[in-house]
């Protein structure tokens, strides 16, 4: 590598664990949409998944809902049907996860996930005392802004760590740009999900999994 890194962090999905079957998160909308009494649209639903988004202008103007009251709801709704999947091994670590104690750097982890989704994982895998500090989205629709490629929680996670070089590790495009504009390297992981992603933004390293990125770390 051409620097010598004192911090890593971690993006979470589809890095250290699997992602969530977008299904699953479908679901969770039309829960925090019944909660409200109200029948959202197909296709609606669909596209704010699949595009990743967070629907403020439609929410209002389709179905009469405050946003900043329905999507804390929709965070906690998406919140619930991950803690279960976590539960029963539906959305599991990837087994090179293990690869991480062999690093002596100073841990970080920051996620487009949702903040209390990220603290689960860490709780219940037993993670949580090897990262100094970690990051998902605040349920707000601020939080939800402020999700990368914007480059925030990856600020305050370098903050936290005091780092004069870090590495952010990530399996998106998001990921890549984030780390960019924080002002850091970045590594991509190209697992499977990944193997046919075209990158229009460039990494400072690509790896296929975390054992030889770890492999990497270690031998500088």
């Avoid at 829960?31 to 629907?55: G, L, Y």
């Avoid at 990158?199 to 990125?213: K, V």
Wanted: hydrophobic share 35%; proline share 4%.
């Amino acid at each position: 590598m051409d620097c010598e890194y004192d911090a890593v962090v971690f993006d979470n999905d589809g890095v250290l664990i699997e992602r969530t079957d977008r299904q699953r998160l479908i679901e969770a909308v039309y829960n925090s949409f019944d909660e409200f009494d109200v029948t959202a649209d197909e296709a609606f639903v669909q596209r704010c998944i699949h595009e990743d988004r967070v629907p403020i202008d439609e929410v209002y103007d389709r179905y009469g809902l405050d946003p900043e009251e329905w999507w804390p709801r929709q965070e906690a709704h998406a919140t619930a049907v991950q803690r279960v999947d976590i539960r029963t091994g539906r959305k599991a670590l990837y087994s090179d996860v293990d690869a991480l104690r062999d690093l002596t750097h100073t841990l970080g982890l920051v996620s487009n996930n949702q903040h209390k989704t990220i603290e689960f994982i860490l709780n219940h895998h037993g993670l949580m005392d090897r990262f100094e500090t970690y990051y998902g989205r605040e349920p707000t629709v601020v939080g939800a802004h402020r999700k990368k490629p914007n480059p925030h929680y990856i600020n305050r996670a370098l903050d936290d760590l005091n780092t004069n070089a870090a590495l952010y590790v990530g399996d998106s495009e998001k990921d890549i740009i984030a780390a960019e504009r924080a002002g850091i390297d970045s590594a991509f992981l190209r697992r499977e999900h990944r193997l046919d992603l075209s990158l229009s933004a460039e990494p400072t390293y690509e790896f296929p999994g975390l054992r030889s990125l770890v492999n990497e770390l270690t031998s500088t």
